[in-house]
């Protein structure tokens, strides 16, 4: 049975383990120059983030257009200070009221216990249904619906 995790940080702490170090925060779990990576993303959506500050911006855009359920880690596999790792949620468009029930495969490198990579690997199709389509899925995250 895989474990489940109600916050992103539990979920990033169990699947990295003592590769972080203690930290207040999830943005906290981050070195300040990260670079956030999703190369399935769909237009309108970003496909890359530099930096802890742009990072925080995404976050604060992305929590009022989807409602997360709980996370469930599937396979971990490390290698050195990098590690890949599954996992799946559940959840909600706030705005459309379709699921969001997304697969995740992540490939994260740590540096000094503090994540400095992270490439995010997820089906664009699961969002867009859940945010109502590509035109609306970038209007919302960009404060426009």
């Known amino acids: 049975m895989a474990d489940k995790f109600d ?9 990295l383990g003592d590769r972080l170090a203690p930290a207040d925060s999830l943005l906290g779990l981050f070195t300040d120059d990260v670079i956030f990576e999703f190369p399935y993303a769909p237009d309108g959506l970003p496909k890359r983030l ?14 009022p257009l989807l409602i997360f359920g709980p996370m469930e880690l599937g396979s971990v596999h490390a290698a050195g ?15 459309t009221g379709a699921p969001y ?12 216990g503090r994540i400095a990579h992270y490439r995010d690997y997820w089906n664009p199709l ?7 389509g590509t035109e609306a899925a970038a209007a919302a995250y960009e404060g426009t619906a």
């Open 126 to 132: 699961v969002v867009l249904t859940a945010l109502g």
């Open 7 to 15: 916050s992103f940080s539990d979920l990033l702490r169990a699947a």
């Open 101 to 112: 029930n997304q697969k995740y495969i992540s490939v994260v490198t740590v540096r000094e």
């Open 81 to 95: 200070d990098t590690v890949v790792f599954e996992f799946s949620c559940s959840g909600a468009g706030v705005n």
């Open 50 to 63: 530099d930096g802890k500050a742009a990072l925080a911006a995404h976050l604060e855009k992305l929590g």
